[in-house]
């Protein structure tokens, strides 16, 4: 797991709060991936870095805001959070966006919204 | 209908048992299967990656993809309680670039 590291593991924050989740790879990987994994739900995918460049917005709220600085390195920013968007945020990276490409994920950041 | 149906238990089973788990998919452009296995408070890791069609063995895990039923199959013989653990399906291919769609997970127990 130390080749995908997550920050913090756990917060709990208010409706109104603005909040960050970070993500950090060591892999050398140049694509990212942030997921939603929600209690007796799939895992739902909601955004794709690919070389900083974002290639894929799964139709996620507007009170999600990604952001990619570089390969190494994934935000998530949280504004106006719903008590329903409590879950686990699992970050992940591989290689490249390509389908035969391995994800390798992150111990994941425990959100709670009250 | 859901990309990836995974029945997700839980299930529970005695030390030693054969545990078989298993996933149906609809996408006939899927071509990457794998399973990741998920320990409690950790990310899924990578327990197996098959291509197309066919067996693929690694120590007591076995990994089975049929794609003329479109079925995922994992199989763990002589479980231990360490096996316990949420065991994904995941799948890949055609139009994806990438995008992994899951199974629900299947929350295993292997008890002494």
């Known amino acids: 797991e130390t080749g995908v590291t997550q920050t913090p593991r756990h917060l709990v924050m208010g409706m109104t709060n603005k909040k960050s989740l970070k993500c950090e790879q060591h892999l050398g990987h140049n694509a990212m991936y942030w997921y939603k994994q929600s209690a007796k739900k799939p895992l739902e995918l909601m955004f794709v870095?690919?070389?900083?460049?974002?290639?894929e917005n799964n139709s996620v709220p507007s009170r999600f805001s990604p952001e990619c600085p570089n390969s190494s390195h994934l935000f998530l920013h949280l504004h106006t959070l719903q008590p329903e968007d409590s879950a686990l945020y699992l970050c992940?990276?591989?290689?490249?966006?390509?389908?035969?490409?391995?994800?390798?994920f992150g111990p994941g950041t425990r959100l709670t919204v009250l | 209908q859901k990309e990836v149906e995974q029945d997700p238990g839980p299930l529970s089973v005695p030390e030693g048992a054969i545990v078989s788990l298993n996933c149906t998919y609809s996408n006939s452009a899927f071509q990457y299967f794998m399973w990741y296995r998920q320990y409690s408070r950790k990310g899924p890791e990578l327990l197996m990656y098959?291509?197309?069609?066919g067996n693929k063995e690694d120590g007591r895990f076995t990994a089975q993809v049929d794609k003329s039923s479109k079925y995922i199959s994992l199989f763990i013989r002589d479980s231990q309680p360490s096996d316990s653990a949420t065991y994904l399906c995941?799948?890949?291919?055609?139009?994806?670039?990438?995008?992994?769609?899951f199974g629900q997970g299947t929350i295993l127990t292997v008890h002494p």
């Open positions: 995941a799948s890949a291919g055609g139009t994806s670039y990438g995008k992994l769609t």
């Open positions: 870095y690919n070389f900083k460049e974002q290639t």
């Open positions: 098959t291509y197309s069609s």
């Open positions: 992940a990276s591989s290689r490249n966006v390509d389908s035969a490409d391995t994800q390798y």
